[in-house]
């Protein structure tokens, strides 16, 4: 699986919209980029996929580059319960297993 | 739906004792895995199963580890004998295997506390 880069932390004001970068240069066709979060003492929670288009959900949007090098998380309107640990990760989607976790960015939402 | 079930949330126990660590993957996934998590070491992958069957446990520390999935609804991951530097929050996941997103969902961990 690719190799991700992320800052290790980042504020945000409540409210305003967090953009949680990562760095997947080395990115391969078929691999998918993952985003996983954990908020503290508990397991990490998916949050959002895509391969080359941008995806939204109820949680977030995912912004792709166009050379898929790299992508930006987007929580909208960041609240108090966004403060976790934000995981990006690399991997083969459809027959690919493991998640492998870096560390990862810790997001400071303040009030 | 129930999520990931593990069992016990949190123990502590004296160097040297068995523990045992359980795990109820969500009805209808057919892989499952086990992660440890420390401060030092971050999340890492012992092992993981498909189908019951288990395909790569390069990640489990050593002999005194071992996983089991006897069955597709329960799982268990030994420590004999455990050792303070087991100690380390165990997380159990689950997915399809056939769904297309390949997401992976997490239960709530067991603390593990060697002393």
């Known amino acids: 699986d690719a190799k991700t880069t992320q800052p290790p932390s980042m504020d945000c004001a409540e409210g305003r919209a967090a953009n949680l970068p990562c760095n997947h240069s080395t990115i391969s066709g078929n691999e998918y980029v993952y985003w996983y979060r954990q908020i503290h003492s508990q397991g990490p929670q998916y949050i959002i996929h895509?391969?080359?288009n941008n995806e939204t959900n109820e949680m977030a949007s995912l912004i792709i580059t166009e050379d898929r090098k790299s992508s930006t998380l987007i929580l909208p309107h960041a609240t108090l319960r966004d403060t976790a640990v934000y995981y990006c990760i690399v991997r083969v989607g459809a027959a690919g297993n493991k998640l492998t976790f870096g560390g990862g960015t810790r997001v400071l939402v303040k009030p | 739906d129930a999520g990931v079930i593990q069992s016990p949330r949190h123990e502590v126990t004296e160097m040297g004792q068995e523990v045992t660590l359980r795990c109820k993957p969500i009805?209808?996934?057919?892989?499952l895995f086990w992660y440890r998590q420390t401060m030092m070491r971050g999340l890492e992958l012992l092992i993981y199963f498909n189908n019951n069957v288990p395909i790569d446990d390069s990640g489990m520390p050593e002999d005194r580890f071992s996983a089991k999935m006897p069955n597709a609804s329960f799982s268990t991951l030994k420590i004999q004998p455990s050792e303070p530097r087991d100690s380390a929050v165990y997380f159990c996941a689950s997915k399809n295997i056939r769904d297309s997103g390949n997401t992976i969902y997490f239960g709530e961990g067991s603390w593990l506390t060697v002393v």
């Open positions: 009805s209808g996934h057919n892989s």
């Open positions: 895509g391969l080359k």
